[in-house]
């Protein structure tokens, strides 16, 4: 049986194939020119979603190289702030010590005190060291002096946290250490129902007035803040207004926390002012949200009546005992017994040993001071136990009560407290070194995980170029074969079809 095709059917077939070629070598064509074997997803479907993939993960890896860059220096900074305090350590007891000997005088002691001033001052500006114009030792309070100078010593007015930055998927680093666990003590009190608003941001407290809230919904109200308010009035008085907010303290015991609760979202929740006050800003909440609104750390300041066991942010401190050293007079305290700051104020006033303890004047921390103008009070750990440091009355941390009861002591030309000195200042110390050590360790750390990253980026990349780049010589070589097939299509197109006068008579 004889099959008749018809001149279309040549045509067809043979316009199909010149077109197919025509189009794999474009595709050749453009692959040489690119370098590309993807330029739109219908090239490979598979590989596009891979290439995606990879170039997404490049990207978030970079600005956690970038993360890195910018902020290595706050640990760097910290740590060369930390050696200089270290170094002013040494001296502070190399003249502790001096002035211990059989040669020592008033006159001495009190060139001594002299130095000491100058080793402080040295002191207050590593604690108070700066990186793009923050503080390093403030904690998260960037733009606060850590540090300030009073009558009874050094006052810390940054806050407990700790700077953390993203350097990794679901990682967090440290890049600063506050000054509380530093160089100075922070009571740290959290935030209850029974805190007077008098007594939030470090006792400045919150300025009487009015602020309004809208929820998501609409639904509006207005706030009337006075003096003589809690944190629970406050948030009864917020939760009266009906609609759908709910106050509370937030899950850190730190700051408020409003809760939106709309169901018909047609707005942001909105805290705004009202004739120009200032409560909601000193309050935390002031501003827009598309969800709910956590507040700012309030910074309560300590009490006579604050409890033991809201202290270090709520997870609280064990009390035990502390020494203590005046003039003749030594021994310890106990503690244990405390279930409040006042009874720990009251135990060591009702001690034998001369002495009179207070709130400092920030009120994140306890001060114990002689009644005798001739004597200088030291307080110190006991053993191993930390009461006196966590409570902020000596050793440890607490660099700078070490250094001012020292000076105190040169000037009072008290050999017994500055023997008793020593041994803070061992502590103290010690404390610098191990501190030094977490920062040194988080510095290895974020090297560690940058120079990961940038080899990850080596390998994505080498990933990514065996997805989507395309293969150059084999590329030429396609185009060649597709261009000798392209010439001998056609010429034997044009030798099959080839049209005569018959053809069209048909």
Known sequence: MVTRVTNQAQQANSLQNIFRITENLFKAQQEIASGKRITRPSDDPAGIRDALLLRTSISRTNQFIRNIDSNRIYLQAGDSALESVDISLIRTKELAV???????????????????????????????????????????????QPFEQSASGAVYFGNSERFK?????NTNTDFTLPGSETLANDLNPQLTTATQLSSLNAGSGITPGSFNITDRSGNSGTVNVTSADTVGSLISKINALGGNITASINSRGSGLQLTDGSSVISQPLTVVEVSGGSAALELGILGQRDGNISGSDLNPMVT?????????????????QIGISNGSASGTVTLSSATTIGDVIGLINSSSFNVTASINSAGNSLLVNSNSSATTAIVKNVGTDETAENLGLGGGKNIFTTLFKLRDAFNNNDSLAILASLENLDSGLASINNNRAIVGASLTRVEATNSIHEQNIVNEFQQLSDVEDADVVKSVSDLANLEFALQATLGATAQVLQPTLLDFLR
Not at 106 to 125: C, K, M, P, W, Y
Not at 165 to 169: A, L, T
Not at 308 to 319: A, P, Q, V, Y
Request: glycine letters at 12%.
């Open 98 to 144: 001096s002035e211990l000997g059989g040669l020592a005088t008033a006159e001495t002691r009190g060139f001594a005190a002299n130095e000491l001033d100058q080793i402080i001052s040295q002191v207050f500006e590593s604690a108070n060291t700066k990186v793009k114009n923050q503080f390093v030792f403030a904690g998260t309070e960037f733009r606060t």
């Open 304 to 320: 006579s009546s604050t409890l033991i066991s809201d202290l270090n942010g709520g997870d609280g401190l064990t009390l035990n």
């Open 165 to 169: 930055i993203v350097v990794g998927s």
